[in-house]
């Protein structure tokens, strides 16, 4: 075939009913997984192998043939081959003139070269048109079918029409094409497939730093200074006591550190009257992730009333009631209701059922299934005031449960406070400041400013 006709084969429209050939170089596991969905969904498949001979592996409706044969037979070109063998196609740089080369290949690192595959690619065979698709699904998922999870297929390349084609090919094999621009996006498409939940990393890490911190914290407070001082062996709390206080303790850090970013930023708006400046990317990230550390916030939330619920199973709760019991039938004496008391806990109780309610209804509104179905101002009225609403009640929720408690000699011991007091610093402080966000002298200017309103046009530059 001549270096014209592989042109017009590959620009031509589909008229007919009928798929185009599709040709895979390599037989390897995701040429064969891919050859075989493509026949499925009506290709004629044909391998550009190193090897022509047939093997049981390979799609039994698929023609096996050498590289230039295969590539005369199809205007497109699926490279199933790993980056480090892309020279052996110098060689057969006319016969894949004017095709269309899709990379589908992935790396061992993130940025491993200093260009993408894709462009690689490009740079090799000039007058070639090089798509990059397919490379973030598995050949396990295209074989075995678990497709759900990874329908989606970026692709991206400088020629429009290579592309469309591209995605045609997507859309037919049950996929859902993502347009991800020119062929400078492949470098970050390929390592997409490197990443291990970029956006949990920082919340992760800041979580286990704190849980450590806090379940050590209590040790020391509850166990050890017990023992020491007071001889009672309290090592049983390790079980279920400490983390009942670890647990609400970093709900409500990590709550109010949902919501401290957006103090900050608010503040670096108001200093610099402007919002057509970057903020720092350590702001910048921190509001990215802000989704997944009020996702961990609730499941620390709900561990908590997990562990309070189970409470009046426990020996040693028994234990001090019957003790109480006791003492009074020893001294013979009622002791009377204490209604502020009674008032303290009730209040405590019902402020912690409310609070966790709406941080369950924020949970369930960052669902993407569900913040799909609302508008915007719906979004943010549940993510900011219903969000804002449920801080309040869990840093209430804490106040009532300590109490005058908090402000007694006996909760410091080892002159340290108790970690409810600890738990309360971020979220006051967020709330502090919020509320002097709020005053009309501040907040009308920080209306104005992300309205597009400038205090001093030169930090727009
Ligand atoms: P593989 O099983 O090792 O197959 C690679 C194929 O490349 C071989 O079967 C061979 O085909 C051909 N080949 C090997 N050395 C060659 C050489 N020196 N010259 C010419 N051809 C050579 O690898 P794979 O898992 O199919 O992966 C292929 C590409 O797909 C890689 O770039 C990978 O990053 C990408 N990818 C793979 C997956 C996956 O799940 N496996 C997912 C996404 C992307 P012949 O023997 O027929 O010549």
Not at 199 to 222: E, H, N, Q, R
Not at 252 to 263: D, N, S
Not at 348 to 369: C, H, M, N, R
Request: hydrophobic residues 45%.
């Amino acid at each position: 075939m001549n270096k014209n006709s592989s042109n017009t084969m590959a620009l031509a429209p589909n008229t007919s009913n009928k798929r185009e050939t599709v040709c895979i170089f390599g037989t390897g596991d995701f040429g064969r997984a891919l050859g075989h969905k493509m026949i499925q969904s009506g290709y004629p498949v044909v391998y550009g192998s190193r090897s022509t001979q047939i093997s049981n592996l390979i799609p039994k409706d698929a023609e096996v043939l050498g590289h230039a044969e295969a590539a005369q037979k199809a205007a497109i070109i699926i490279i199933a081959i790993q980056r480090q063998h892309y020279d052996f196609l110098i060689p057969l740089a006319e016969v894949l003139r004017g095709k269309v080369l899709v990379d589908i290949s992935n790396n061992l690192k993130l940025n491993q070269y200093p260009e993408s595959n894709a462009e690689h690619l490009a740079q090799l065979l000039p007058g070639s048109k090089v798509v990059k698709a397919f490379n973030t699904v598995s050949a396990w998922a295209l074989q075995s079918g678990t497709l759900d999870a990874s329908r989606q297929v970026f692709v991206c390349g400088d020629d429009v029409e290579a592309k469309q084609m591209v995605m045609n090919i997507v859309r037919a094999l049950g996929l859902t094409p993502l347009d991800k621009g020119s062929l400078l996006a492949a470098q970050e498409i390929e390592n997409y497939p490197l990443q291990l939940f970029p956006m949990w990393k920082f919340p992760i890490f800041l979580s286990l730093g704190l849980t450590a911190f806090f379940f050590f914290y209590c040790v020391a407070l509850d166990i050890i200074y017990t023992y020491i001082y007071e001889n009672n062996d309290f090592s049983f709390f390790i079980a279920i006591t400490i983390p009942n206080r670890v647990c609400p303790v970093m709900a409500l850090i990590l709550l109010a550190l949902v919501y401290l970013p957006g103090i900050f930023a608010a503040i670096i708006q108001l200093y610099r009257g402007t919002k057509y400046r970057r903020f720092p990317d350590w702001l910048d990230k921190w509001m990215l992730c802000r989704k997944q550390l009020g996702l961990i916030a609730l499941a620390f939330a709900s561990l908590h009333v997990v562990f309070t619920l189970v409470t009046p199973m426990r020996a040693f709760a028994s234990w001090r009631t019957g003790k109480g019991i006791i003492s009074q039938v020893l001294n013979n004496k009622t002791e009377p209701l204490d209604h502020t008391n009674a008032w303290l806990s009730d209040s405590y109780l019902a402020l912690g059922i409310l609070g966790f309610f709406l941080f369950v209804l924020l949970g369930i509104t960052s669902l993407p299934s569900v913040s799909n179905n609302v508008n915007w101002r719906e979004f943010r009225f549940v993510q900011s005031k219903l969000g804002y609403l449920a801080l309040i009640l869990c840093t209430a929720h804490t106040l009532v449960y300590g109490g005058k408690w908090f402000l007694s000699p006996s909760a410091y011991k080892w002159y340290l406070p108790n970690i409810y007091i600890l738990s309360l610093i971020v979220p006051c402080a967020v709330l502090v400041v919020k509320f002097v966000l709020i005053f009309p002298c501040v907040d009308k200017p920080l209306t104005q400013i992300r309205q597009g309103w400038e205090r001093n046009p030169k930090y727009s530059k």
